[in-house]
């Protein structure tokens, strides 16, 4: 079974600070991993994904994340955080293949950016 | 493309009533999803299909709850009988599966409250 485990359910940085949110994996097989942005009662939206080619991964909005499979870990990054980045981060993984879309989560990470 | 379409957004319901809510995937997609989202917690996965077949349910789909995808196009879950604990967001998501794959796309979600 997968399972994913993000650190910290709340996490406070300062505008311009380095935002990192962490997240493990549990999983069987070789993993695809992704991270999503949730906004006050909105869906979710595709930041990165990993998908067994280069480890470290960028996404939009100038995020990005590092694949490490000895540490189980695919923790999300960004050198310089926006007030807009507020909101709601969710790691996920899935089997791949068939069940690609398939997605377990973790249970979230709330950003705070304070000015 | 407009992207995975949710209706309605807001549900409100009595206890025991029965409540029906709709997904109109992106159009080339021919697998859909459905997500069960708690407060404070990460989307759980319900259950799947491909094109109009149901693949896969998880245990957390009571027998009270129930879903088509009749023509391989659009989605509903039903709700019968609904209690309080059945209030949560309800997040319906697209992907390709195929030769290529695609990641799951989602809608913004419906947001049932039982009262």
């Known amino acids: 079974a997968q399972s994913v485990t993000q650190l910290g359910s709340h996490v406070s940085v300062s505008e311009g600070a380095l935002v990192l949110l962490r997240c493990n994996y549990s999983s069987s097989v070789p993993p695809y991993l992704f991270w999503y942005v949730q906004y006050p009662n909105q869906g979710l939206q595709l930041l990165l994904k990993y998908t067994s080619a280069a480890t470290l991964v960028k996404g939009i909005n100038g995020f990005e994340a590092e694949f490490k499979k000895s540490e189980t870990s695919f923790h999300l990054t960004k050198p310089s955080a926006h007030m807009s980045d507020a909101a709601e981060y969710f790691c996920a993984v899935s089997d791949g293949g068939t069940s690609y879309g398939k997605l377990t989560f973790g249970q979230g990470t709330i950003l705070t950016v304070h000015p | 493309d407009t992207g995975v379409s949710q209706d309605p957004r807001h549900k409100i319901t009595k206890r025991g009533q029965n409540v029906t809510f709709r997904c109109d995937p992106i159009?080339?997609?021919?697998?859909l999803y459905w997500y069960r989202q708690t407060l404070g917690q990460g989307p759980e996965f319900l259950t799947y299909?491909?094109?109009?077949?149901?693949?896969?349910k998880s245990r957390l789909l009571s027998d009270r709850f129930s879903a088509e995808r009749p023509k391989g196009s659009f989605s509903t879950l039903e709700i019968q009988r609904t209690e309080q604990g059945d209030s949560a967001m309800y997040l319906c998501?697209?992907?390709?599966?195929?030769?290529?794959?695609?990641?799951?796309?989602f809608g913004q979600g419906t947001r049932l409250t039982v009262v």
């Open positions: 998501a697209s992907s390709y599966t195929g030769a290529t794959n695609t990641e799951a796309f």
């Open positions: 299909f491909q094109n109009e077949a149901q693949l896969e």
């Open positions: 159009s080339e997609h021919n697998r």
